[in-house]
């Protein structure tokens, strides 16, 4: 028997016991050296014009032996000689195939495609073998070898029968113990969906024999009440699929092709609302295909919802969900990407340097967000319909950054225009703002009727000015993370994003401002009792410079507003949570001003509090807050018919 390489023992045992977390990925492995082998021999064929190659030849067939507990892993590739057996087989971290690639680096990629590099995937077969048998004949020799090894001493070699040139990988499976079962391994079921898992797209086609169901001919003497009958066959049938759609060109692809390998891969029922293939050549080569879907998943706001696009090395899966290559708020993204050009840690499970995955992932990034841009432009209706789907997650991304992503999402979201009645874009509000308007004005509540209705927002819409009515809990925190928009390229002539309903408008001329101050002044006393009748549901009771028609508004001060109050009331901390500071503004040319006066100036101080209460809540409804005692306010009401 033949002694592992020096050290060789102790690698193996570490390399079995800790490199992988998977041990389904043995087949991953051979069929990658199959692919490998049949690479190198198709590319010898490409300069030696003697050796003719059918289509047969090159390809890779897996099978299973229920009794002999075995699953083989045969190619008809270049095969290895008795040398190359033992220094490729018996020397661990010893990689033929990626001294292949470097010799040949100028085909690699397009003629073929090396998958090997580390020399140890083969070894990978001893975490689910007892034993591995290796029978191997080189091309253009007449000597077959077999190599076989239990994977803890050594190995042998001795000579053995192979028709062809090529190579069977052969492995006798450990015994089932309580905790482990080999057994999916010995059925059709198991192999055909870890090749179609992990090798779906290797270039050669994998074969299995199959199990299919036809039906039996009908017999001559068969009644009136025949059953067709059904016979199960076996059929040598190709896996995988080979050509990664990703590879192609769009021009090449019909949409329908996208869209089945779209429902297939990433399990959704319904066609995407857009693909985007990507194929970048350079210093960072790689292929993407990534598709938005057209509606979102039920989970997509949970918690266990994963993010992330499928990563393949050289036609093999790496990585099912790799997160790093999205962004969150690019999280509804499927796909997959594709590149030779990463460093794969050792067990191929990982990547040893994410700065390559880094750099991929902010070229995708910008390619989504440029679709999105795309979609915004062209197809408004489409786009509408993602944003219904998707906006959330856009809004959210900015205010989760604080701002800082908001050069690549602000100019992707929709808001609802009360003056338009349809969506806007901020761009589009921008542009269409009077040259004098001094802020961006929004209102923010539970629907785009209640705002249209507001007291405030009618009086912004009448100075001419757009108001972009907010009906999802996360807007507020978005536009307050935002700060402003449509600054140009020197960082200037940004405008403002201000809730109508708090902080100072700054709408009032001068002169308005100073009726509202004196007649603030002239009537302080009677702001006073009604502070005091509201106790601290108010900080200040003010005349508003604001109020056209309705008699008063609740407004607030601070950052923080009416609407973000409701929204933090849900959140963990309850309804005591944050409190906004909130000003009872009242409309002192409306007639309930006068009956207010009135009923000071005759030290009706009952009244007062009746009255405080009723516009206060009042006012807070028309806001669609809800009222503290509404039972009490009822009253009240009743009390004064
Ligand atoms: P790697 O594939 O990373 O090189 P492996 O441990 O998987 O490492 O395989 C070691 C070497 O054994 C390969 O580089 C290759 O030269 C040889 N080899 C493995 N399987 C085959 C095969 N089916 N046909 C020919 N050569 C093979
Ligand atoms: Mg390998």
Not at 23 to 48: G, H, M, P, Q, W
Not at 285 to 293: E, I, K
Not at 391 to 406: E, N, P, T, V
């Amino acid at each position: 028997m033949r002694k592992f390489k020096t050290e060789s023992k102790k690698l193996l045992d570490l390399m079995i016991n800790s490199i992988y977390t998977n041990r389904e990925i043995f087949l991953r492995e051979l069929i990658s050296n199959a692919s490998d082998a049949v690479d190198k021999l198709y590319f010898k064929s490409l300069t030696d014009k003697s050796i003719e190659l059918s289509k047969d030849e090159l390809a890779i067939q897996v099978s299973f032996d229920k009794d002999a507990r075995t699953v083989t892993v045969s190619d008809s590739g270049i095969g290895m000689t008795k040398d190359e057996l033992d220094r490729n087989l018996g020397t661990i971290a010893h990689s033929d195939s990626m001294a292949f690639k470097m010799e040949n680096d100028e085909v690699q990629g397009d003629d073929v495609d090396i998958i090997g590099q580390f020399g140890v995937g083969f070894y990978s077969s001893f975490m689910v073998g007892k034993s591995v048998r290796v029978v191997s004949k080189a091309y253009g020799s007449d000597e077959a070898w077999a190599w076989e090894s239990d994977g803890v001493e050594g190995y042998t070699i001795e000579p053995a029968e192979r028709a062809e040139h090529g190579t069977d990988v052969i492995i006798t499976l450990k015994d089932n113990t309580d905790e482990d079962s080999y057994d999916g391994y010995l059925s059709e079921y198991g192999l055909k969906d870890l090749v179609k898992r992990y090798s779906n797209y290797v270039r050669y086609p994998i074969r299995m024999e199959v199990t299919k169901s036809r039906e039996l001919p009908k017999p001559e003497d068969a009644g009136d009440d025949y059953v067709p009958q059904f016979e199960n066959y076996q059929e040598l049938d190709t896996v995988n699929s080979m050509i990664p759609i990703w590879k192609r060109r769009k021009s090449e692809v019909d949409q329908e092709e996208y869209n089945e390998f779209y429902k297939t891969d990433f399990h959704d029922f319904a066609d995407p609302a857009r693909t985007i293939s990507v194929h970048a050549e350079g210093a960072l080569s790689y292929d993407a295909l990534l598709f938005v879907p057209s509606r979102a998943p039920f989970d997509l706001y949970s918690r266990d919802y994963q993010k992330g696009l499928a990563l393949y090395s050289s036609n093999v899966l790496i990585m099912e969900k790799c997160e790093e290559l999205l962004p969150d708020y690019y999280n509804f993204v499927h796909g997959v990407v594709d590149s030779q050009d990463l460093q794969l840690n050792i067990s191929r499970e990982t990547l040893q340097h994410n700065s390559q995955l880094r750099a991929i992932a902010k070229k995708i990034e910008k390619k989504i967000t440029s679709d999105l841009e795309d979609m915004r432009d062209n197809d408004r209706e489409g786009y509408e319909a993602f944003f219904e789907n998707f906006g959330r997650g856009l809004k959210y991304g900015i205010y989760a950054s604080y701002g800082s992503q908001k050069d690549t999402l602000a100019d992707l979201l929709l808001y609802y225009s009360a003056k338009q009645d349809k969506l806007v874009t901020l761009a589009e509000y921008f542009e269409a703002m009077p040259e004098d308007q001094p802020a961006i004005y929004y209102a923010a509540g539970d629907s785009v009727e209640r705002l249209n209705k507001m007291p405030i927002v009618k009086t912004v819409l009448g100075k001419g000015y757009d108001v972009l009515l907010c009906t999802q809990d996360v807007d507020e925190f978005c536009f307050t993370a935002m700060r402003d928009y449509g600054a140009n390229e020197d960082g200037e002539g940004a405008k403002e994003l201000k809730n109508v309903a708090s902080g100072d408008l700054d709408f009032a001329t001068e002169d308005e401002k100073k009726e509202a101050e004196e007649a603030t002044k002239e009537n302080e006393d009677l702001f006073k009792a009604l502070k005091d009748a509201l106790g601290n549901e108010v900080t200040k009771v003010a005349v508003s410079a604001r109020l056209t028609d309705a008699p008063a508004c609740v407004t607030t001060e601070g950052p923080v507003s009416l609407e973000m109050e409701r929204v933090l009331s849900k959140g963990p901390e309850g309804p005591d949570g944050v409190k906004s500071q909130r000003v009872l503004e009242l409309n002192a040319k409306h007639p309930v001003f006068d009956t207010l006066k009135a009923a000071h100036e005759a030290g009706d101080n009952d009244k007062i509090r009746l009255y405080a209460d009723l516009l206060y809540n009042q006012a807070l409804l028309v806001e669609g807050m809800p009222i503290d005692d509404p039972v009490a306010f009822a009253q009240n009401v009743a009390k004064l018919m």
